[in-house]
């Protein structure tokens, strides 16, 4: 069954440095999407994309963030200076179409540790 | 700002039992309420929808009530299997908006053989 792979499993990064956190979405799905959950919180939405575009944004998703589909197959995180409270998991989720939009198929996550 | 709550952190069923998981919500403009199923390690699965027009919806061994007067939705599992111990939450999606999932903080359903 496909599924969406998310790579890495687990981030470690200092304050103030830049990552990227990449997804591979379901191949022939075109909506993808990025939540974070922070220990013991609940999952928080992001970002969702479409047509090489951001379609809708949280306010989470403030300048350090950016997302980009840079190839037919990933789909990436970037958040630009980490700061400590950017310590979460972060999921990706795809969909074939928006009539189904409620229906998302998650990644397995990273998890994203700054120090 | 808590639009979907989930007032139980945990519950524990005996097999066989039924389990009735529980959630309220605040945004009348929801159009959509979902229960994902989560295992540790894995992302979060999709696990059964209801649609604001509808007050229930079954699949197998599952079933969504929705009280919209109430404002409150519940997931039932029967007959509950060890297999159905994970964490569970309750989602809601805005009507007009993109694929954005409101959760719930989750409950953990530990189902004892």
């Known amino acids: 069954e496909p599924e969406v792979t998310q790579t890495p499993s687990h981030q470690v990064t200092q304050m103030g440095q830049e990552v990227i956190l990449r997804c591979v979405p379901i191949s022939n799905h075109l909506y993808f999407y990025w939540y974070r959950q922070i220990l013991g919180q609940k999952v928080e939405f992001l970002v969702s994309?479409?047509?090489?575009?951001?379609?809708?944004k949280s306010e989470i998703f403030d300048d350090q963030f950016s997302v980009e589909r840079p190839d037919g197959s990933n789909f990436t995180l970037k958040i630009r200076s980490t700061k400590l409270e950017d310590s979460a998991m972060y999921f990706c989720?795809?969909?074939?179409?928006?009539?189904?939009?409620?229906?998302?198929?998650f990644g397995p996550g990273t998890r994203l540790t700054v120090t | 700002d808590q639009q979907v709550k989930q007032n139980s952190p945990s519950l524990s069923v005996q097999e066989g039992r039924i389990s009735i998981l529980n959630c309220d919500y605040t945004n009348s403009m929801f159009d959509y309420f979902l229960w994902y199923k989560k295992y540790p390690a894995e992302g979060p699965t999709f696990l059964i929808s209801i649609s604001s027009i509808k007050d229930k919806n079954e699949d197998g061994r599952f079933t969504v009530f929705l009280n919209k007067s109430a404002k409150h939705l519940s997931l039932h599992i029967v007959p509950s299997q060890p297999g159905d111990s994970a964490v569970y939450f309750c989602a809601a999606k805005r009507a007009g908006s993109q694929g954005n999932l409101i959760f719930g903080k989750g409950t953990k359903l530990s189902v004892k053989p």
């Open positions: 994309f479409y047509n090489n575009e951001i379609s809708e």
């Open positions: 989720a795809s969909i074939l179409n928006r009539a189904l939009d409620h229906e998302q198929y």
